[in-house]
């Protein structure tokens, strides 16, 4: 092996050590609910009610209210373009989407937490929680892996901070903070 190799392989076992150090499960102050949507496709939150989501899959377009996990169907409105929707539960607000076209959810909250995707068993893929500004490569202990398994569409924050989604072809989990 050359020198390069060397160092990359050894990096590799390095990195590979601590993500398994990372805890699995639902963080603490979190809890977590799973819905089944067959063939989801795009997903946004809400920047005006940031409880609500908008979840387009093949079959149907809803409105989840991530608070009490009430789904109401509505007209399906959206754009693969633009990457924006609208629905008129949440009026005339124009909802950016991310999913099977591109498009992007917060990666971080107000409070100092991250959402990252690894991938250090390509191509599976895992989401860690990453708590007050922490990394999963320097602080193992302090984050948790709340994902694992292939194919994210879209993963991410509200505006408020108090709900994360993680969206694949199937599921649809939807984290949401426990008010004390």
Known sequence: MTNISIIEDEHRKKMINTVNQIPKGIPLGWECH????????YIGFSDVETEKLICISSEVQSVINCKTMQKTDCDENYDENDLIAYAEEL???????????????RKYSKEGISLQKISPYWPKEQIIFCPNFE????????????????GVKAYGFSKCGKYFIIATSSDLMVYKRIEI
């Open 34 to 41: 799973t819905l089944a949507v067959g063939g989801l496709m």
């Open 91 to 105: 009026g005339d607000e124009i909802i950016k989407i991310a999913g099977d076209m591109g498009g992007g959810l």
């Open 135 to 150: 990394s999963p490569y320097n602080a193992p202990d302090k984050c948790c892996n709340v994902f694992e398994d292939y």
